[in-house]
């Protein structure tokens, strides 16, 4: 479902999986918590099996030696690991870690105890054991926290489209215009609309998971009567829609937006004017369908196109997300008319964690 | 100073209206709500300043300030819009008056004082500019002055232009009139819907009705609605022929 992911894609992704270990106050935490572990260590030792301060003082020296070497590669390699997928990068570092408790400890042995004797047998699968844990919780812990940054993005990402996509500029200082203009004749119908355009915003802001049929077709309302406000005459709207499908769930601003794109290119470019007509149909088996048609111009102003497409490709988006593959966005054109029609499942059960 | 206000949506004339009514020495003359209504008014009303949506549905606010900037006297414009022209960027880089939507009545009356200093010199260049960028639309009509008026023509109306002397004339369902524009311009202008038969003339493609053979062995296009045909050039005979076969 996921895209695959571009070359530069992978680097920003896998940015906050590994800590910059160049940086100075990252680096001093590490000597922190190389230290607690040292004394942790220290003070799990058996009450006396000697001097606890010696004991943490090569604890100290041999754990910083293996934080700092570990830090210093990660810094060098710190630009080549972050070119790797999420997964190889998490196998590399892990096996450079061990790897590096390995050696260290194979050198210590060397410089303590050159000759081999005495009681250092088995300080290498120790050690390694270790290592192997601290690093397997340190990883864990940076893997679900850059999990979480991810997923917090990408939802604060879907907002701000939605938000772009609701606010369309033309739509909201037209409409603040034609509030403008009332406030002083129709104070009434000035203050309605005010209200219908703080709950557009309000439902844009909050965006809950689902909201029925019934509530987004308020939303709807609420918006056609502003542009009515703007357009008088010229729009004209007819709405069938079956009561028993009202309850149906579906995600929010799902057809509120095509709506407005059914006035913005359908109606506005056509000096009469026109007539959007939503319509609801459900078929046993089939789902859902709702369409939305208006009447095109027949002289089509271009640059009008762009902004279309971006809603659409927006709602399709969402569709992928709430639904899968099982909803879909249809566009049926003719000469004189352009139809969306937005097809839901019958069931429909999001997606468990894919929001 | 008598003004005119275009816009296609009712409040909003409403609104200019209210804030003109504030304002000394000013006088709204009339209202329209497009482009078409907006040059019928000016040539009633022949007022001296504009007030121009840019995006209105049919011909559009440039287009109309096109057609008027081709009257003898032109009024000055003010163009306003709600958000998001590019071709904001063209009027700001010739100081040209624009105001944006909801409009501030302090920054209406800049405008107007500042209009009257401003006129043809200031804005043709402008309208001329956003009219030459390859992403411009062609017009949709054809503005042509007649006895001190100015007459739009429908481009679907048009049969052919045709270049004589010093004038280019265009021929339309409902006769004939003189226009400023060059053959080579209107050409590039309206590349889609008409084609060179002459080095004198361009027809309407949708106008074309069949090819006749001349006395001399050279060929005519001959025209729906019209008895009339124009000479085709050797030049161009390979490219119309293609054209009919399609």
Partial sequence: MQPSPRHSGIAAQAFGLLPNLCDNRVLLLL?????????????????????????????????????????????????????????????????????????????????????????????????????????????????????????????NNAKI???????????????????????????QQAEEAILDLAELFRSTLSQPEKITLAQEMELVQKYLHIESLRLGPRLKVESRIPRELMDLELPPLVLQPLVENAVYHGIEPIPEGGTVSIEAANQAGAGTVISIRNPRSSSPRSGRNTGNRMALDNIRQRLLLHYGKQAALIIDETVTEYTVKLQLPDISVPRAGMV | MKILIVDDEQPARE??????????????????????????????????????????????????????????????????????????????????????????????????????????????????????????????????????????????????????????????TEGTALIEDSLVKLEEEFADSFLRVHRNALVSINRITGLKRLADNTFAVMLKGSDETLDISRRHLAAIRRLIKS
């Avoid at chain 1, 700092?68 to 570092?93: E, S």
Wanted: net charge neutral; with cysteine.
């Fill in chain 1, 31 to 155: 000597i922190l918590i190389a230290e607690l572990l040292a004394m942790v260590l220290t003070l799990s030792q058996r009450p006396g099996t000697g001097n606890l301060w010696s004991y943490l003082a090569t604890s100290s020296f041999f754990i910083q030696s293996i934080a700092l070497i570990d830090a210093a590669l990660l810094c060098y390699t710190r630009r080549w690991l972050l070119r790797l997928p999420p997964l190889y990068l998490g196998i590399t570092v892990y096996a450079g870690l061990q790897l590096v408790t390995v050696l260290v400890t194979l050198l210590q042995g060397l410089v303590v105890d050159p000759f081999g004797s005495g009681n250092s047998a088995g300080i290498l699968p120790r050690n390694l054991g270790i290592s192997a844990i601290i690093s397997a919780v340190v990883m864990r812990y940076l893997y679900i926290r850059h999990q979480n940054e991810l997923r917090q993005q990408a939802e």
């Fill in chain 1, 161 to 187: 489209q939605v938000l772009q996509a609701r606010i369309r500029p033309h739509f909201l200082f037209n409409s603040l215009n034609t509030i403008a203009s009332l406030i002083h004749r129709q104070p």
């Fill in chain 2, 15 to 172: 609104r200019l209206v209210r804030l003109l009514g504030e304002i000394k020495g000013y006088e709204v003359a009339g209202e329209a709500s497009n482009g078409a209504e907006a040059i019928e008014r000016y040539n009633a009303l022949k007022p001296e300043i504009v007030l121009m949506d840019i995006r209105m549905p049919g011909i559009d606010g440039l287009e109309t300030a096109r057609h008027m900037m081709g009257d003898e006297t032109p009024p000055a414009i003010i163009f306003t819009t709600a958000y998001g022209d590019h071709a904001l960027e063209a009027f700001d880089t010739h100081a040209v008056g624009y105001l944006l939507k909801p409009v501030r009545r302090e920054k209406l009356e800049e405008a107007l004082l500042a209009s009257q200093r401003s006129n043809r010199s200031q804005l043709t260049p402008v309208l001329q500019d956003i009219a030459d960028k390859p992403e411009a639309e062609a017009r949709t009509h054809i503005c042509v002055r007649m006895r001190g008026n100015l007459q739009l023509i429908p481009v679907s109306d048009i049969l052919y232009f045709r270049a004589e002397d010093k004038y280019v004339t265009l021929q339309h």
